[in-house]
């Protein structure tokens, strides 16, 4: 570190006499330039050292031009944020389309502002966002957010894409053909839990096109990533083998994993290499170089045994081996490697992972080489329940998103104030998101990163909460910032976490007692919906200029389909009480209310391309070589996001989303078969025939999933904010109940 300071205090006065610009100069001018288009010559950038060996950035005023300076270029993209953030009010969202625009000169900040990280790594990504949102992302899209992250400090991204392009070659390298292989993987939604070990071959074999299209992606990726100054985490080997290797190496100890995991049959389940066979480091040795040549390293790798799965054995020392070998297979194949590793598994399962079984396995591996990602803080920091890992270092990362499901939720105090409370050194070495989906909910996402940058300041969530909703509007909004607050005190509470809380009522397979619904859609919320709806109708109040910026817009439709979703349930209950009182006048009102709002409901979300399962569909059959594969990419996508494998299944509607399309085209006909076989049971006085029902949706999903015929349309429609606000005012009286 000392080296590269005193190489950097030498160059730089050198550089700036020629007038020469260094890589991390350059690379941020062009971020700054994708972002903020025709504005990259109102910015000065410099290189600065690090304080105390932390990332620092400053944001500064010299001859009229705005001077961001930064260690590194993840520092002066953050820089850059802040800037955005703090001085010119704007918002940049992980999901923008088009780049940023800000009127007339840009406006100079009005003092000097350092800022140090006590976080020396920032974690983003989960291996399920591969499937729940990045599956069929193409260049453009990776792009942007590549950006996003670099402007909020992520250094440590998790960078899975493009992997089946290696095993391809490791498992051809053991002599099983490209068929084969290809069978042996999942489709391209799923691969993440076939990478997770959980399954193989559903939705198989995976296309060409796919494969190596993903490669090229992956390296755009990690090439950008790594201008950028980030070091991403790849894949390494935890003892995922395919069946096939039993009969080409049939002295392995090869077990199979037992069946069943997401309700899934034998067919689908995964087979695992005893860490102690000799096999085990030949396979490492093998994918770690062939990866190395596709896409280089950073020596940071992810590996994580028995996801959701059973072990082999539970005795602790089997899983100190397992522990031992991936560590010291992966050293051996890159002396510089370290592992990471997510605690989902330990939370998941705290039954079986007992303290002895999971200290055997850490203590297994040398002290600081394996590194926890402390999967989901906001409900519990497992690091409290481990001794802090037992010695190993971790990042505490937010979760607050299962499936890519659009549920409003952000307890941002609880986790402003969890954060606060870190002392960063050797254990806690940073701060991150395991989020499994990208959508809503920017806000606790972005917070989650600024934190860090805030360590060395008493923390104000109010103060925090006005600025985010300053950025929204574009200006200093007292009707937004007010509208925030209430969110914040109201609607945005402590209780409001992620794991239990999936979707509105629409989204739920009907039944006749909600409580019987898929445990995966709960459509309880944790506060009054007549607060949620006080704070929207503030925000309307909103002037002309905060309504016409993009961030406003979005808010506006994500606030008003959440307190229109949560009102279906009162309408639900209504619905069924009067059909349990055989009032079938009653019924057919209330029923026809429920109907007409997620009709309603879904012509709003095509206001906004956040929310459109077009722009879903679209973006999958574009990986398509041919039309047979475009139907391939479609049917996939579909799957996922409803069935996910199997209609009817322990996994159905897990990834429910409110989007146009979605609620129009296969939650609501669902409702509408539902309500008119209840009307004719009503009328005909007979009992509602439960079974039948459940077997017409299971068809009608399979349907849905394999014969597409609906285009969805993948465009925004309609003016977002004058419908939210129509939609609103037909409503109001009954919200405010």
Known sequence: MKTRILVLVFLSPLIAAFGLESKTILESKALIQRVLVGHSCDFI????????????????????????????????????????????????????????????????????????CSATQRFFNNTCTFGYTFAYWKWEQWQRFIDWMAMNGVNRPLMLAGQEAVWLEVWKSFGMTDTAVRSYFSGPAHLPWHRMANMDKWGGPLPVSYIGGQKVLQQQILKRSRALGMKPILSAFAGHVPEQLKTLRPSAKITQIEPGWGGMVAKYTTYF????????????????????????????????????????????????????????????????????????????DSTHWTRPRLASMIHAVPKGKLVFLDYNCEEEEFFRKSDNFYGAPFVWCYLGNFGGNTHLVAPINKVVNRLAKLSYGTGCVGVGSTLEGINVNPEIYETVLEMPWRSNEVVNVDTLISHYAERRAGANDKAVIESWQLLRQHVLVDTAVGIWNHCVVFQVSPVM?????????????????????????????????????????????????????????????????????????????????????????????????????????????????????????????????TTWHKAGGGLTDYSNRQWNGLVGGYYMPRWIEFVNRLDTALSVDKAFDDKAFAAWCTTFEQNWVNTPSTVYSDTETGDAVKLASELFGKYKLQLYE
Do not use: C
Request: aromatic share 14%.
């Open 273 to 348: 290499l005893d860490p102690t066979d000799s096999l085990f480091g030949e396979i490492q040795k093998r994918f770690l170089q062939e990866q190395k040549k596709l896409y280089g390293t950073d020596h940071l790798y992810s590996a994580d045994p028995f996801n959701e799965i059973t072990p082999p054995s539970w005795e602790p020392d089997y899983l100190a081996k397992v522990g031992k070998t991936i560590y010291e297979t992966m050293s051996q194949a890159d002396i510089d490697a370290i592992w990471y590793q997510m605690s989902w598994t330990f939370y998941n």
């Open 513 to 641: 007692d909600l409580t019987k619904a898929f445990w995966s859609t709960n459509p309880k919320i944790p506060y009054r919906n007549a607060d949620l709806a006080i704070a929207l109708n503030r925000m309307f109040q909103a002037n002309t200029d905060s309504r016409k910026t993009d961030a406003y817009r979005f808010d506006v439709v994500n606030l008003t389909r959440q307190v229109l979703g949560n009102y279906g349930t009162v309408l639900y209950h209504k619905m069924m009480e009067a059909y349990n009182q055989k009032n079938l006048i009653d019924f057919r009102k209330y029923s026809g209310d429920f109907l007409q709002l997620g009709k309603e409901i879904d012509g709003l979300l095509a206001t906004r391309h956040e929310f459109l399962l077009g722009k879903w569909l679209a973006d999958a059959r574009s990986w398509g070589a041919s039309p047979t594969e475009k139907l391939y990419y479609e049917r996939n996508a579909r799957e996922i996001v």
């Open 45 to 116: 950038l410099k290189e600065i050292p690090t304080e105390n060996g932390r990332d620092v950035f400053e944001v500064a005023t010299q001859n009229g031009k705005i001077v961001l300076s930064g260690n590194n270029a993840v520092s002066i993209a953050t820089a850059f944020n802040w800037y955005l953030k703090e001085t010119a009010h704007v918002s940049y969202d992980w999901q923008a389309i088009y780049p940023l625009t800000i009127s007339g000169n840009l406006p100079l900040p009005v003092a000097r502002t350092r800022k140090t």
